[in-house]
């Protein structure tokens, strides 16, 4: 019997490609993760001290148009293995110094409030339900909102289907205009796109993710394999979604995020003007992807901007530079590769002061000497590529064929040194 991902803290150990299976429609990559009921030890702040495995499920939707290998609307789940790791001195430094719990801001962590009574920006009432995904990225990604998406209760619901609650004037004051800004920018392409403040990227991705928590909590809760008051969550992954929760208020609430942004996001021009729409996400990792027309973005949305450094040489060398697909699609598989290696978890001072919510992030390395990001293994990073290339039939022998240098569509690849 498999339970949701919410109730423990991934592991950082490397991944492991187990199967790929196909069904239809689907547009989004949505990854989410099951937990098998075995118990569990991570490097983070862990509920009991036993072991469990964690497989992550991806939703994977093949565009299709203008691509080799694939037929409209294939969607593929995609499960890769993470082996539990012992555990390390990570659990016993880890001090929860001030979550989003200590704050006066809305916390829907503190009841549990997942019930789509109250506005999941500000907790007001009354509220009514909008789309996660707004009508006009289905006009311009040229969807219909009929596709359909599996959740992690099993249920398979449609694009349009998806709602969250919003307080209306919240909603109209803050959430439409911001969705309205992203519209523009989105019609413009990634000239336009370029231009936007990574503020308001941060934003309106963290709402779109966290919509699909929303929805995946309150389905877990209903099937009880969550419960009410959130006591068989991982206290990491409450930490982790509550502080994205307090950062999105940006979006309707002055936020200060005090010398320091905690995102690594990306845009990048795509060669192909006419790039098919597809999307990817991982909320355990809090990472997403996307490209359409002529630009792709890449984000890691509570990193501090870690991922955007590890990846530093590459990012300097292809800038300006336009990409083509297999590139930005390994450029994904690096960025989602490393998420999974980055073996912290930030902690901020969130001060709540005169209307204002002010977030420091504590220093990273606290007191541990080790390195922020696990050791990178080729042979676990080729197995992502293989997935995220799957759409021109690279296979894992010939993307390792040479154990120690993986194919590249870059020249030269910078790659991060092997562990």
Not at 245 to 262: C, L, N
Not at 303 to 310: A, L, Q, R, S, V
Not at 335 to 340: P, Q
Not at 378 to 383: L, V
């Amino acid at each position: 019997m498999f339970f949701l991902l919410l109730l423990s803290c991934y592991s950082l150990a490397p991944l492991l490609l187990l199967s790929c299976s196909n069904w239809k429609n689907p547009t989004f990559h949505h990854i989410s993760s099951k937990i098998l009921a075995t118990g569990i030890s991570n490097t983070h702040k862990p509920l009991t001290t036993n072991k469990e495995t964690e497989i992550l499920l991806e939703r994977r939707f093949s565009p299709g148009k203008n691509q080799p290998g694939n037929s409209r609307n294939n969607l593929q789940d995609v499960r890769f293995l993470k082996k539990p790791t012992a555990q390390t001195a990570v659990q016993n430094n880890i001090v929860n110094i001030a979550s989003p719990m200590n704050t006066a801001a809305y916390n829907p962590f503190k009841n549990f409030d997942f019930t789509f009574n109250h506005c999941l920006l500000s907790g007001h009432e009354p509220v009514q339900l909008y789309n996660v995904i707004p009508n006009w990225l289905f006009e311009t990604a040229g969807l219909s909102g009929q596709e359909q998406i599996k959740l992690l209760d099993e249920s398979i619901r449609t694009y349009e289907s998806l709602k969250v609650p919003y307080n209306p004037e919240v909603y109209d004051a803050f959430v439409g205009p911001l969705d309205q800004k992203i519209a523009a920018a989105f019609s413009g392409g990634y000239e336009e796109v370029s231009k936007l403040d990574e503020l308001d990227l941060f934003k309106w991705i963290g709402k779109f993710m966290y919509g699909l928590i929303y929805i995946e909590m309150n389905g877990a809760i209903k099937l009880k394999q969550l419960s009410g008051d959130g006591l068989n969550m991982s206290q990491g992954l409450m930490h982790k979604f509550g502080n994205l929760q307090t950062m999105i208020q940006s979006i309707s609430t002055q936020v200060e995020f005090e010398d320091f942004k905690p995102w690594s996001i990306q845009i990048v021009k795509l060669e192909n003007p006419e790039t098919a729409f597809s999307f990817r996400d991982e909320i355990n990792t809090l990472t997403f992807s996307l490209k359409i027309k002529d630009f792709g973005i890449i984000a890691c949305l509570q990193d501090n901007g870690t991922n955007e450094k590890y990846h530093g040489e590459l990012l300097e060398q292809i800038k300006g530079q336009a990409l083509s697909e297999q590139q930005f699609e390994e450029l994904c598989a690096r960025f989602f590769y490393s998420a999974y290696l980055f073996n912290r978890l930030p902690e901020y001072a969130i001060m709540p002061v005169e209307g204002t919510i002010y977030i420091e992030a504590m220093p990273l390395r606290g007191t541990l000497n080790k390195s922020l990001f696990d050791y990178w293994q080729h042979k676990t990073y080729a197995q992502v590529l293989e997935n995220f290339w799957k759409p021109w039939g690279h296979t894992l022998f010939e993307i390792i064929k040479d154990p120690t240098n993986p194919i590249s569509y870059f020249n030269p690849p910078a790659l991060p040194v092997a562990g």
